[in-house]
């Protein structure tokens, strides 16, 4: 389990006047952190990340003092860039002044310890030797800030554990540094051409595949145009003479591309009648004879398909909606309700032609 730190850091300018208190549980985390910029604060962190010369932290017991301290140094010194706390005071008597340390970024370190042979071979050897030797650590400090480090940190667009030149990018394949020349390069030479290469080899597969499954379904379909044309007077005697299912044929014929829902298709291709499961032809489920009877019981209006009797009550505005329910349609019907003095009823298809007959 990771043992939880408290810290308290302070960002300085070169006049050593502090310009920002903070806290934070994970010290190299925080930092990284500061470098993220919000839109609304933009200018402000840009200003203040410029003045930044050198960072100090110190370590604390407990979570209590942590906050106690980071109150106390903004109402003491009221840093600039701090917005909270300003206001605060708090009247603790001898509140002990705390032990400040210099922190150097570890990517600082890493960088160190591979430029320079007389070096320790890795960031954390050379943090020990800093801790343990004051004439290392004084050279390591003045090194570090005559290079205005702290600066590129905050203001350039590099990782931690990652220097790189001005005109230099890491390449986002191999991870080798490269010499760009416009922003928009983020791959090497190396990786761009692979990567080109490979891009013309997946449009020729892509075309191939197109073409493959162009030429299978036309190939398909000629095939299901020539079985029909041969089986046609045999599928028509059993759908209409037999009165077989289109399941019931193929079962017959036993061709793999004449399937049910195929056979279907080119029944209504011959313009033959489809029946639905109870015998009854697909264009005939739908009719139901209807009439309507004004308030004497006199028949208005006949019709033959429940959507004209919804069209109809719709034009003579008998409804406030744009658009009658079927539901609601079939519930009058059932029910033997009237929709502003209108009955409507079943009616026999004598009565319909009747009707339609005098009419004309």
Aim: some cysteine; charged content about 30%; overall charge positive.
């Amino acid at each position: 389990m990771k043992i939880k730190k408290y810290y308290i850091y302070r960002f300085l300018n070169k006049n050593n006047k502090i310009i920002y208190v903070g806290k934070t549980y994970d010290l190299s985390h925080r930092m990284s952190g500061h470098k993220t910029i919000k839109l609304e604060d933009k200018d402000i962190k840009i200003h203040m990340y410029k003045q930044i010369y050198k960072i100090e932290y110190c370590e604390l017991d407990s979570d209590y003092l942590m906050n106690i301290y980071e109150i106390h140094y903004i109402a003491q010194l009221n840093p600039f860039f701090n917005k909270e706390f300003k206001t605060e005071t708090i009247n603790l008597l001898n509140i002990p002044d705390l032990r400040w340390e210099l922190y150097v970024f570890p990517s600082f370190l890493h960088y160190l310890a591979i430029k320079h042979d007389n070096l320790p071979s890795t960031g954390i050897e050379i943090r020990n030797k800093m801790n343990s030797d004051v004439n290392f650590y004084s050279s390591i400090v003045k090194f570090y800030l005559d290079s205005n480090y702290v600066f590129k940190y905050f203001m350039g667009n590099m990782n931690e554990f990652d220097i790189t030149r001005d005109n230099e990018k890491r390449c986002i394949k191999c991870n080798k540094k490269f010499i760009y020349k416009s922003n928009s390069h983020i791959y090497c030479k190396k990786c761009s051409k692979k990567r080109n290469v490979n891009a013309q080899k997946d449009k020729t597969k892509n075309k191939s595949k197109k073409e493959l499954n162009y030429t299978y379904s036309q190939k398909v379909k000629d095939e299901k145009d020539r079985f029909a044309s041969i089986y046609k007077e045999k599928i028509i005697e059993l759908y209409i003479n037999k009165k077989l299912s289109f399941y019931r044929i193929s079962e017959i014929l036993k061709i793999k591309r004449l399937n049910p829902e195929t056979i279907r298709h080119y029944i209504i291709l011959w313009n033959i009648p489809v029946r639905n499961q109870n015998n009854q032809h697909f264009q005939e489920k739908y009719i139901n004879f209807i009439g309507a009877y004004n308030k004497n019981n006199h028949l208005v209006e006949v019709f033959k398909y429940k959507h004209e009797v919804r069209k109809w009550i719709v034009d003579n505005k008998l409804c406030e909606v744009s658009n009658f329910p079927s539901g609601r349609l079939n519930s009058l019907i059932k029910n033997k309700l009237k929709l502003k003095g209108y009955l409507f009823k079943y009616i026999n298809e004598e009565i319909y032609n009747k009707y339609v007959n005098g009419r004309n």
